[in-house]
């Protein structure tokens, strides 16, 4: 067809360009002219199996045979749930609200559930938390479950109890702010109650 014998044109007038560049330097003009072709070039070539290299031609001495691309596939369908999804789901979760946690979850949402879903679930529980106020805090902090619940979480409830907070107003912090427990304490936390310390605010008003 003409439209591919205008491309088997363009490889082979680009293939002389290619000879033409391993005799003698190319001058200012030559440079500007591959430098607005090479859109082109790499269009009319990629399908290639050679390529030019520093300073020399690979290959075998010709212009290469387009071959036809094949495009690439996941090694794992999208449509597929993970194991976490297909527990999530058994709790109530609808499908609008995993895509929603698997967008905000900042990868493949397979957090192990042994390990980390049902005890964040169980601590939960614990504090007092519903099962309607755990949906929440789910669904807009997904990223709980990769944090460490008894290195981290655990501590920084210790610590806001130690303020003065009891069971419900921690239960409710957690609500507002499920943030707080992916917060350090010695780098994020005490450092801004100090702060608000020297602000002239004590305890009750923080």
């Not at 399908?47 to 020399?56: A, E, F």
């Not at 130690?162 to 921690?170: A, E």
């Not at 239960?171 to 020297?198: N, V």
């Amino acid at each position: 067809s003409w439209h591919s014998t205008t491309a088997q044109g363009s490889r082979l007038l680009l293939w002389g360009r290619v000879q033409t560049m391993r005799r003698r330097p190319l001058s200012k003009r030559s440079l500007l002219l591959l430098l607005v072709i090479s859109p082109i070039a790499v269009a009319v070539l990629r399908p290639c199996t050679t390529w030019v290299t520093i300073g020399r031609w690979s290959g075998t001495g010709a212009p290469c045979a387009a071959r036809p691309r094949v495009p690439r596939r996941s090694s794992l369908s999208d449509d597929v749930h993970t194991l976490a999804e297909d527990y999530m789901s058994s709790l109530g979760f609808s499908e609008d609200e995993l895509s929603k946690i698997k967008a905000r979850y900042k990868q493949r949402f397979e957090p192990d559930i042994e390990k980390k879903i049902k005890p964040f679930l169980r601590w939960f529980s614990e504090l007092g938390l519903t099962e309607s106020q755990v949906h929440k805090i789910v669904l807009a902090f997904p990223m709980v479950f990769r944090q460490r619940l008894e290195e981290n979480s655990k501590p920084v409830v210790r610590w806001l109890k130690g303020l003065g907070l009891d069971d419900s107003h921690v239960a409710k912090t957690i609500l507002r702010f499920p943030q707080i427990m992916s917060c350090t304490l010695e780098a994020t936390l005490k450092p801004k109650l100090q702060w608000l310390h020297e602000l002239g605010m004590d305890d009750s008003q923080v």
